[in-house]
């Protein structure tokens, strides 16, 4: 991990924050800028700073992220009006956080990606 990582802080309660849904694999909560009336962070606990750094033995982690981010969307606003997942991969994308995180978006239409 990174010593000044602020999602490993969170995870080891060095800065607080809710956690919302906790499995083996990851944690969530609520990003702290929300960019819709639902907007949650989905983490892994082990930090990886880029999706591209995940070997296949921890894809694991991936499938326990998505199942928590699946739900959690569901408990936020049910299946009827959708939700959107996002990682922002790197510079390009303008990841902002250097540890692998899954946006959860949901509560208004989110338009056309771009
Ligand atoms: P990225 O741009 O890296 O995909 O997204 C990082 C997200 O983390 C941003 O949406 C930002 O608002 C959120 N964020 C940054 N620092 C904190 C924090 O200390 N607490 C919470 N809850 N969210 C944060
Ligand atoms: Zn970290």
Redesign the pocket.
Known sequence: MADDC??C??RDGE?P?DILSRNDHCFV???????APT?L?VIPVQHFTYLTDLAPEFYATLGDMFSAAKEMAMREVGAGDGYRL???QGDD???????L?L?VLAGRTLGAMG
């Open positions: 602020i999602f802080k969170i800065v924050s909560i609520r990003d702290i800028t929300p960019r907007h962070l996002v990682i922002n994308a303008g990841q902002q956080v250097p540890h995180h946006h």
